[in-house]
Each structure stands twice: as structure tokens, then as C-alpha cells.
């Protein structure tokens, strides 16, 4: 088990969806390794949302935008002797890769899925609490009786379409947690507050606090500063509470 539990706040709307998409991904990939009717629901499931955050907006733009910003910004890099170029260089590559593959995808991202009428059933129905049931969709309960084989492979190739947008979230997304370096700092009173550099806009706020320590964090903030406060749950009565006691934490902006 690991020692230390990381807490994450995005700071603006495009990390924030990005930040989601990694979670659905996981999840989906987690319940796709299942044999078990409720293991294609949970997976299914996964899809269905991750299928409605793509109906919302042009995330392969975004997407494209910051393979591009990231880009730009490691090959600045390339002239400082420090770096270790043998990593830039396959970060750079794996970059120019997946900026390639979503370029030549043309259109918008699983644009067929949209046209399937299987589930498009079953995503209409999801709005409504139970409304996946047996009698609700029989076409689905004939599709979840059906072997595991059949179901995870009908699975996999759904999500496939996502495959390289998910790579390159997850890409995105690691470069900008490496950005920055952990500190440690202390929550006097359980409460902590910074204010940011507009001039560094940061994107993402890392907590890592010891698992041992008996509360969690909760963050918030914008443009301008962030807040970190620890909190716990009363037995008594169920409320949070912030706690009084200082709390040591690490803390990370990340600004790339």
C-alpha cells in the first residue's frame, strides 16, 4: 500500500474534463478485466459517460492544442545540458506520434458510436434511476447473456476508438505533474492558503499527505489562489469539521 495520498485540483475547465476522461478510462479498463454480467454494466457504463463528455465539446482540439503547447515547450528544452535528452527525445517522439494519429482520425472522435442505436438505447434509459433493467432493455439483457468472450470483445472495440485521445490525455497529463516539484508545508490550524503568479498560470494543484494522518483534504481555488483545508467527519453528528490541529502536507503547482 502506498505511504502517502495524493488529493488534485484542476484549475481551469480543460484539466478538469481531462482529469475525468483519465478516471473513466481507468475505471472502464478495470471493469473490462471482469467475466461478470454487473463487470460489462460498470464497463458499458464508463463508456456512456465518457461518450457524453465528447458529445459536449471538441476535446480533439484541445487535445491537439496542448500536444502542440507541450511540444513547443520540451523542445526549448533541448538546449539546456541538464536535461536528460534520451527522455526528451521519446517524449518528443511519443508527441509527434499521437498528434499524427489524431490528426489523421478525421472527423470528431467515435462519431460512429453516436450512430448506434444499441447504445444510444441503453444511454437514453441511464438518465432514468433503474432504467437499464431486464424489461426495460431486452436487447441489452440478451446482449449481457451472452458469453464474456463476445461481451469484452464487443467492449474492447468500443472503446478502442478512444485509444489514442486516452493516450494522449494520459501523456498530457503526466507532463503536467512532473512540472512541478513536491514541498512540504504546513496546514496551521488545518487550513492553508496561497495566492498564485498570474504571470506562471498554474494548472494543477497536488496534495500528498501521509495515510496515517486521520484527515483528508479538501482544495479549491482559481486564477488568482487556492485553499487547502483538513477535514474530518463527526461521529456524532456526521458533519465535516475542520480540524485545529497543524497539518504537515506536500504541495505541488504545476504550471507547464
Not at 498560470?201 to 494522518?213: A, E, F, G, N
Request: hydrophobic share 40%.
Amino acid at each position: 500500500m502506498k505511504q502517502k495520498i495524493f488529493y488534485e485540483q484542476p484549475l481551469n475547465e480543460r484539466i478538469r474534463t481531462f482529469l475525468r476522461l483519465e478516471f473513466l478510462f481507468a475505471e472502464a479498463a478495470h471493469h473490462l478485466r471482469g467475466k461478470s454480467h454487473w463487470d460489462s454494466r460498470s464497463t458499458l457504463t464508463s463508456l456512456l459517460d465518457v461518450m457524453a463528455i465528447f458529445g459536449r465539446t471538441d476535446l480533439k482540439t484541445e487535445v491537439l492544442k496542448e500536444l502542440e503547447r507541450h511540444a513547443g515547450t520540451l523542445t526549448r528544452l533541448e538546449k539546456n545540458p541538464d536535461v536528460d535528452r534520451k527522455r526528451l527525445g521519446e517524449t518528443l517522439g511519443e508527441l509527434e506520434i499521437l498528434t499524427d494519429q489524431l490528426h489523421s482520425n478525421g472527423g470528431p472522435i467515435a462519431a460512429s458510436l453516436r450512430q448506434n442505436e444499441f447504445l444510444s438505447a441503453i444511454q437514453q434509459r441511464s438518465a432514468i434511476a433503474g432504467g437499464t433493467c431486464d424489461f426495460d432493455l431486452p436487447g441489452y439483457h440478451f446482449w449481457l447473456e451472452q458469453p464474456a468472450a463476445q461481451r469484452t470483445r464487443d467492449l474492447a472495440e468500443w472503446l478502442n476508438h478512444f485509444e489514442a485521445i486516452a493516450r494522449a490525455i494520459q501523456l498530457i497529463l503526466m507532463l503536467i505533474r512532473e512540472s512541478a516539484s513536491i514541498k512540504p508545508v504546513v496546514a496551521e490550524n488545518g487550513f492553508f492558503q496561497k495566492t498564485l503568479d498570474p504571470n506562471l498560470p498554474c494548472q494543477l494543484v497536488r496534495v500528498s499527505i501521509d495515510r496515517k494522518v486521520p484527515y483528508f483534504a479538501e482544495i479549491s481555488g482559481g486564477r488568482h489562489r487556492f485553499t487547502v483545508r483538513f477535514l474530518y467527519t463527526s461521529e456524532e453528528d456526521g458533519h465535516l469539521h475542520q480540524t485545529t490541529d497543524n497539518i504537515p502536507f506536500e504541495l505541488g503547482c504545476c504550471v507547464i
